[in-house]
């Protein structure tokens, strides 16, 4: 069972509810300090005023109006804790808020203030928050527990630059980011996580009166109740892996989500593993597919009676010819003889916007290191737009030159597909979903 942390950002630290339990009805809702006797002012009296009828939202919510909790460290007197101290009973409520760091397969960290709508208002120092908390979020990480953000939406930016600045190092402990406008969208998100199970349950009774038809009936009933129950659980536990990874897809960090799909498929989590079989089926749901780009490849010809290096001089324009497409996939071979240069582009011809990139490398030639060996590049593709790589071809050419012509269409931009497409990312990513495609273009040497 999936046991959660809750950590509520402050601006003097991160601060971790250790414990919640319920109270006697006719005393008021208290916080106190690590477990002491210490309750912690004005903090309580807000607190009291969040949790019972009419001012507060928990009571109506989860059915209790008094209850004490204790937590690592001080909160000022502001509302910003309005979000976690609501994760926190949530969980108690399904018995899955963890009371020692230590037990916690998840850490939630939370900033956000909650009106009596449910509706969540954004909140200040959300960047100052993240960072003076960077350091326990990465422990967390570093211990195998899975940290998850969840803050106001209008926040989002804040959070982007924070996990952007490498000095934090959040990037890569931050499992997932959910910026969040009501409590729906929170406990929406921990769904897959959760499983409704009534506090304090230990599981089911089977009522077998002797040997009768009634008590088996009875045991038939119980036993296909509990068989559904199974494959309820496996699949909401594959749906919460599929989510997550779905998720990362959507954040563009695929260089992570692969290091965990391969993580996942080797573990002992056997609902895990099928998830992850699974998953490369539905990746692909939303994304751009082959029917949404064209890949072409044009040639750059000197016009009658002239020469490249007129067309290099800009004394006279190049003529335009397009590149045909063979059957195997690769661009019909090209002939060196009065060749300029050759033009490679990606076009979005679908009906939505897409990131595309588009690079050409040299596959094996003398010119792999010279700046006649390609390029690429990147941009948000509307409807109709293109974008273009250039390629020199020298009047010095001496042997045949195989091009790689490498497209990329995702729907939201990713650092890690920039790496991938530039070379500075060591190994091929072959994401699940992501569109990739390759064409190879020969340039041959004929008589010049």
């Not at 709508?117 to 967390?140: C, N, Q, Y």
């Not at 573990?267 to 998830?275: D, L, Q, S």
Request: glycine share 8%.
């Amino acid at each position: 069972m999936n046991l959660f942390s809750v950590i509520i950002a402050t601006t003097d630290g991160p601060v971790q509810v250790q414990r919640l339990a319920k109270e006697d009805p006719d005393v008021h809702s208290v916080i106190c300090l690590n477990g002491t006797s210490e309750a912690l002012r004005p903090i309580s009296g807000a607190y009291d005023d969040f949790v019972r009828k009419p001012t507060g939202v928990i009571e109506r919510e989860f059915g209790h109006p008094v209850y004490r909790m204790d937590i690592s460290g001080r909160v000022s007197d502001g509302r910003s804790w309005q979000l976690g101290v609501f994760a926190a009973h949530f969980l108690h409520n399904r018995a899955q808020l963890a009371e020692r760091s230590e037990d916690a397969t998840h850490v939630l960290w939370l900033t956000g203030e909650v009106n009596n709508s449910l509706d969540v208002g954004t909140v200040e120092h959300v960047a100052e928050k993240l960072e003076r908390s960077a350091e326990m979020l990465l422990k967390f990480a570093a211990s195998g527990q899975k940290v998850i953000l969840a803050f106001p939406r209008g926040n989002k930016g804040e959070v982007a630059r924070v996990l952007g600045e490498k000095k934090t190092g959040l990037a890569m402990a931050v499992i997932e980011q959910w910026p969040v406008v009501n409590t729906k969208d929170l406990t929406g998100a921990l769904a897959p996580y959760t499983k409704d199970v009534l506090p304090g349950s230990t599981g089911l009774e089977i009522p077998v009166a002797g040997n009768t038809r009634a008590g088996w009936f009875r045991l038939a009933w119980v036993a296909c109740a509990l068989i559904v129950a199974v494959v309820g659980f496996a699949g909401w536990n594959m749906l919460g892996e599929i989510t997550r990874w779905r998720a990362m897809a959507a954040d563009g960090v695929y260089d992570k989500l692969l290091q965990d799909l391969k993580t996942t498929k080797t573990g002992t989590c056997m609902t895990c593993r099928a998830a992850a079989a699974i998953y490369p089926v539905v990746a692909g749901f939303g994304k751009p597919g082959k029917r949404d780009i064209e890949l072409t490849a044009s040639e750059l010809r000197a016009p009658y009676k002239r020469t490249c290096t007129s067309v290099r001089f800009a004394t006279a324009s190049p003529e335009e010819r397009p590149v045909l497409t063979q059957h195997d996939g690769r661009f019909a071979a090209s002939s060196a003889k009065g060749l300029c240069g050759l033009v490679y582009r990606l076009r979005n011809s679908g009906s939505q916007p897409f990131y595309g990139w588009l690079s050409v490398r040299v596959r094996s030639s003398k010119l792999t290191r010279t700046s006649y060996s390609g390029g690429t590049e990147h941009a948000l593709l509307a409807p109709g737009k293109a974008i273009s790589v250039s390629v020199k071809i020298p009047n010095w050419l001496r042997s045949d030159v195989t091009y790689t012509v490498h497209a990329i269409a995702d729907g939201v931009a990713s650092e890690d597909v920039t790496r991938l497409m530039t070379g500075s990312l060591s190994r091929r990513l072959n994401a699940p979903g992501l569109g990739e495609w390759a064409l190879m273009h020969e340039v041959r040497l004929t008589e010049k």
